[in-house]
């Protein structure tokens, strides 16, 4: 897509339920960044995929969060027995790994508008 | 660890005028890539300007300019002009050098500061 995209934009759930968060990279960008972002903070780090492979998922918090990318480009962010504590806007992002020929690798990530998750 | 430090939790400035962001970061790194980030409340973070490790110049965009001070660990953003479209949190970032354990680059920001554009 010509933007990276995440669905839903909003959600509003109930303490202990399960929740899923769905990010689409822009196409072609290999590496897939989570992130979570809490009010009035910066974001921080939640896992990074590269291809297929979770290449460093030292941002999670606990066992409770998971998050796949079985095909190497949709991404999907799972939270099992959900906690208040969970309330934030989780932040997807992607980059080019590598420039492709004639391409410069910018450094940048380009994020998505996020998935603002409200636990009741 | 890296670290990305925003003191200014808040910043106003007047319609046209000019206005500075500070950011100090801690790397014991050479090579890396220093970011601002502006996030409207409509929460997607768009990229304002960037800054590779390695060059000496500042770099610009139109009315946005940096103040990169390698030694001092410093990367301050500059609004020139200010208008009431650039009212935002701005994110300080910054990205690590490649970690060939990890097969990633490390991104790390600030905690933000919100900019209001007075007209």
């Known amino acids: 897509g010509a933007g990276v995209s995440q669905t839903p934009s909003n959600k509003v759930t109930e303490k202990g339920k399960y929740v899923e968060l769905r990010c689409d990279p822009i196409?072609?960008?290999?590496?897939l960044y989570w992130y979570r972002q809490s009010l009035g903070q910066g974001p921080e780090f939640l896992i990074y995929?590269?291809?297929?492979?979770?290449?460093?998922d030292s941002g999670l918090p606990n066992d409770r969060f998971f998050a796949v990318r079985p095909e190497g480009s949709v991404s999907t962010l799972k939270i099992q027995r959900t906690e208040r504590g969970d309330s934030a806007v989780y932040l997807c992002?992607?980059?080019?790994?590598?420039?492709?020929?004639?391409?410069?690798?910018?450094?940048?990530?380009?994020f998505g508008e996020g998935s603002r998750l409200t636990v009741l | 660890a890296q670290t990305v430090t925003q003191s200014q939790p808040e910043m106003s400035v007047q319609e046209a005028e000019t206005v500075t962001l500070s950011c100090t970061y801690d790397?014991?790194?050479?090579?890396?890539?220093l970011f601002w980030y502006k996030q409207p409340p409509s929460r997607q973070m768009i990229l304002v300007i960037r800054?590779?490790?390695?060059?000496?110049q500042n770099a610009t965009e139109n009315r946005f300019s940096v103040n990169f001070q390698k030694a001092a660990k410093s990367f301050s953003l500059k609004i020139s002009d200010s208008q009431l479209g650039d009212a935002a949190m701005y994110f300080c970032?910054?990205?690590?050098?490649?970690?060939?354990?990890?097969?990633?680059?490390?991104?790390?920001f600030g905690t933000g500061t919100r900019l209001k554009v007075l007209a």
């Open positions: 790397t014991s790194e050479s090579d890396y890539y």
């Open positions: 196409s072609g960008h290999t590496a």
């Open positions: 970032a910054y990205r690590s050098s490649y970690d060939f354990t990890s097969g990633t680059y490390k991104y790390i």
């Open positions: 800054q590779e490790a390695y060059k000496q």
């Open positions: 992002a992607s980059s080019l790994r590598r420039a492709r020929r004639g391409q410069a690798n910018t450094g940048e990530l380009f």
């Open positions: 995929f590269q291809g297929t492979g979770a290449a460093d």
